[in-house]
């Protein structure tokens, strides 16, 4: 079963930031969080993933918590084609670790 | 598009038949997996494969599914004697470091 919390759907103006929370509150030492999202009938999408520090590339940013419990992902300027199901995972550091998906937040950009 | 292949896109079949599945890789990615995703749920793992050899299996994957990766490089996953509650999105991934590619998908539709 999936080890995190997300809210079930978000909206966001287009242009603006989207900024998704996600709850991990029993996340270990040797697991990472990992983003993804799913863009309507296409296979989810990789898009970042972190273990304590802060992390930025060219898709978004991963701010993640000192205590590690909780993190946001932020897209900063969210456009029409940002509408997706985004996944919030935790994994272990083992490459082979299979990812273990929730119901994900349901991102509606608007414009 | 990611470099992930999946055959057929989509497959209607009548219930009690046997269907089969194939996944191509990124031709370097070692470690291949398959998931399954229901309609708004996220996907679910099911089995994973490091080269040829079959290291994990999910306690969704019945006796009714077989996977194979007989060389290392594409993957099949057959479903004999299909059920109703078999229609789903059968999702493959392929990875070599952290980040997981994923393919479009084969969308089953047991009637």
């Known amino acids: 079963d999936a080890k995190t919390t997300q809210p079930t759907s978000m909206d966001c103006a287009e242009g603006r930031a989207a900024n998704l929370p996600c709850n991990h509150s029993?996340?270990?030492?040797?697991?990472?969080v990992y983003w993804y999202r799913q863009i309507h009938s296409q296979g989810p999408q990789y898009i970042i993933h972190?273990?304590?520090n802060n992390e930025t590339n060219e898709m978004a940013s991963l701010i993640i918590t000192e205590d590690r419990k909780s993190s946001t992902l932020i897209l900063p300027h969210a456009t029409l084609r940002d509408t997706a199901v985004y996944y919030c995972?935790?994994?272990?550091?083992?490459?082979?670790?299979?990812?273990?998906f929730g119901g994900g937040t349901r991102l509606m950009v608007k414009p | 598009d990611t470099g992930v292949s999946q055959d057929p896109r989509h497959k209607i079949t009548k219930r009690g038949q046997n269907v089969t599945f194939r996944c191509d890789p990124i031709?370097?990615?070692?470690?291949l997996y398959w998931y399954r995703q229901t309609l708004g749920q996220g996907p679910e793992f099911l089995t994973y494969?490091?080269?040829?050899?079959?290291?994990?299996k999910s306690r969704l994957l019945s006796d009714r599914f077989s996977a194979e990766r007989p060389k290392g490089s594409f993957s099949t996953l057959e479903i004999q004697r299909t059920e109703q509650g078999d229609s789903a999105m059968y999702l493959c991934?392929?990875?070599?470091?952290?980040?997981?590619?994923f393919g479009p998908g084969t969308r089953l539709t047991v009637l």
């Open positions: 991934a392929s990875s070599f470091t952290d980040e997981q590619f």
């Open positions: 029993t996340i270990s030492g040797n697991e990472y």
């Open positions: 972190g273990l304590k």
């Open positions: 995972i935790d994994r272990g550091m083992d490459a082979g670790n299979m990812l273990t």
């Open positions: 031709s370097e990615h070692n470690r």
């Open positions: 494969f490091q080269n040829e050899a079959q290291l994990e």
